[in-house]
């Protein structure tokens, strides 16, 4: 049976990939966070829009025109940016 050795760059890079999984989640995290934070009108865009819909559907759902559909997920995106600041470099 073949032996494999590990070399140190070996566990750094398994090391790196934890990391980079646990700041994942810790950003998914504070992503889901943020987003319970946004107003009700911002929030239902952007979870209409991760799930899919066009904005013209999200604007017909919320019985608006398309471009305050376009507004709310613009200020969402803003407000998303500013709470997940540390995230983002």
Do not use: W
């Amino acid at each position: 049976m073949p032996t494999v050795e590990l070399t140190e760059t070996d566990d750094f890079a398994n090391d790196s990939e934890a990391g980079e999984m646990t700041d994942r989640a810790a950003f998914n995290d504070a992503l889901e966070k943020a987003i319970t934070e946004l107003s009700d009108e911002q929030r239902e865009v952007v979870e209409l829009r991760r799930n899919g819909m066009s904005f013209k559907e999200i604007a017909e759902r919320q019985k608006t025109n398309l471009n305050t559909a376009l507004c709310r997920m613009h200020y969402a995106v803003n407000n998303l940016r500013s709470k997940l600041r540390d995230f983002i470099n």
